[in-house]
Each structure stands twice: as structure tokens, then as C-alpha cells.
T-cell receptor, first 112, second 115 residues
Framework: DAKTTQPNSMESNEEEPVHLPCNHSTISGTDYIHWYRQLPSQGPEYVIHGLTSNVNNRMASLAIAEDRKSSTLILHRATLRDAAVYYCILRVSGAGSYQLTFGKGTKLSVIP | KAGVTQTPRYLIKTRGQQVTLSCSPISGHRSVSWYQQTPGQGLQFLFEYFSETQRNKGNFPGRFSGRQFSNSRSEMNVSTLELGDSALYLC??????????????FGEGSRLTVL
């Protein structure tokens, strides 16, 4: 299974941008990059996903390197509610089943 | 629209017992997957079901099993419980897409404690 590598933890000041990196050097050409986050005492929550091009949605932006071996989740203005564990996941595309490898994720702390 | 519902939310069992956990997916979602979350191992994939068929299974012993019913509700069972099975068990549902980009919707989990 393709693996991802993320820093264990990061800190950000409130209302500042946050860049969460993820390395996935063994990514295959058809693997999608997904990001989820898990707030305390809750199940994971979908954030964003992409394949090759940078993606934006109401929650965040996803910047994907040209060689696709790394990506960065960008929270434009961190709020206290963004304090969570962020998981970068590779999802194999194609019909049929899937298996997700979550890894340990990055614990983001937001300082007021 | 109701979210993914998992029951029970909390339970305590003793070693050697068995446990059954239930997951009701979002209406219309036919794919259900299960995960085990522990402080040491993080989130690990258990298995995924679609249309009552197990399509994929993670690296867990045969004591861990599951099934899906015709209404897409799913159950997972752990037999002969061990202390190491203490964990948060999460269920997720999604609309199946050919390119597997379907967003997963997770429940709040069932926290199992084995004494």
C-alpha cells in the first residue's frame, strides 16, 4: 500500500494561514490524495481531495506538487475550531473496492 | 439528512467474550467501511462492504468479521476478545463512485473497553 508521511504536530496562531505538508513519494499515477481531519471525540471529517491540479473548497486549499510526490493542505485563516488531527490519505482509483491507510496524522494546535 | 449512526457508543466487555457493533449508513449510501483506532496504531482499515459483499479486508485476524444487510446497514463482530481489542471502532459510509473519489462520512464510533 502506498504510504504517506506527515509531521507529528504543528502549531499555528489564530487567524494566520497554516500549511500542513504530506509526503507520498510512492504515489501511483491514478491515486487520489485525500485529506480528512478528526476533532476531539469525533469521527474523521472529509476536508478536500485532488488528483493533479490544485483544489479549493470552502474549508481549505490543496496544493499538489508537479511530480505528485508531495502535497500541502492550506487553511487560509486558522480558527480555534480547526484544532484537530489532519490525515493525508492516498486512495487508489478505479472501480471496485478501496482500502485506506490513514497513518498517524498531524496534530494541529491553534494558539489564541 | 441523518448522519452515520453507530451503536452502542460505549461498551465494556471481558476477555474471551464477543461483541457486535452496528452501523447505519446515510440513506442511499451502499458502501460501508470499518476502522479501528487506537493511540498506538492510529486509524487502521478493517474491511469494506458494498451490496452485502465484503470487497476488501485489512490485516486483522479472523476474529474480526462483518456483514452487510440488504438495507446497507452493517455489523462487525469481534470474537474471543483480547485486551488489545480495546479501541474506538469507526464506521464510514459513502456513495460508490467508479473513480473511488467518494467522500467518506464517519460516525462518532463505538468505544470498546476490554477488561
Amino acid at each position: 500500500d502506498a504510504k504517506t508521511t506527515q509531521p507529528n504536530s504543528m502549531e499555528s496562531n489564530e487567524e494566520e494561514p497554516v500549511h500542513l505538508p504530506c509526503n507520498h513519494s510512492t504515489i501511483s499515477g491514478t491515486d487520489y490524495i485525500h485529506w480528512y481531519r478528526q476533532l476531539p471525540s469525533q469521527g474523521p471529517e472529509y476536508v478536500i481531495h485532488g488528483l493533479t491540479s490544485n483544489v479549493n473548497n470552502r474549508m481549505a486549499s490543496l496544493a499538489i506538487a508537479e511530480d505528485r510526490k508531495s502535497s500541502t493542505l492550506i487553511l487560509h485563516r486558522a480558527t480555534l475550531r480547526d484544532a484537530a488531527v489532519y490525515y493525508c490519505i492516498l486512495r487508489v482509483s478505479g472501480a471496485g473496492s478501496y482500502q485506506l491507510t490513514f497513518g498517524k496524522g498531524t496534530k494541529l494546535s491553534v494558539i489564541p | 439528512k441523518a448522519g452515520v449512526t453507530q451503536t452502542p457508543r460505549y461498551l465494556i466487555k471481558t476477555r474471551g467474550q464477543q461483541v457486535t457493533l452496528s452501523c447505519s449508513p446515510i440513506s442511499g449510501h451502499r458502501s460501508v467501511s470499518w476502522y479501528q483506532q487506537t493511540p498506538g496504531q492510529g486509524l487502521q482499515f478493517l474491511f469494506e462492504y458494498f451490496s452485502e459483499t465484503q470487497r476488501n479486508k485489512g490485516n486483522f485476524p479472523g476474529r474480526f468479521s462483518g456483514r452487510q444487510f440488504s438495507n446497507s446497514r452493517s455489523e462487525m463482530n469481534v470474537s474471543t476478545l483480547e485486551l488489545g481489542d480495546s479501541a474506538l471502532y469507526l464506521c464510514a459510509s459513502s456513495l460508490p463512485r467508479l473513480d473511488n473519489t467518494g467522500e467518506l462520512f464517519f460516525g462518532e464510533g463505538s468505544r470498546l473497553t476490554v477488561l
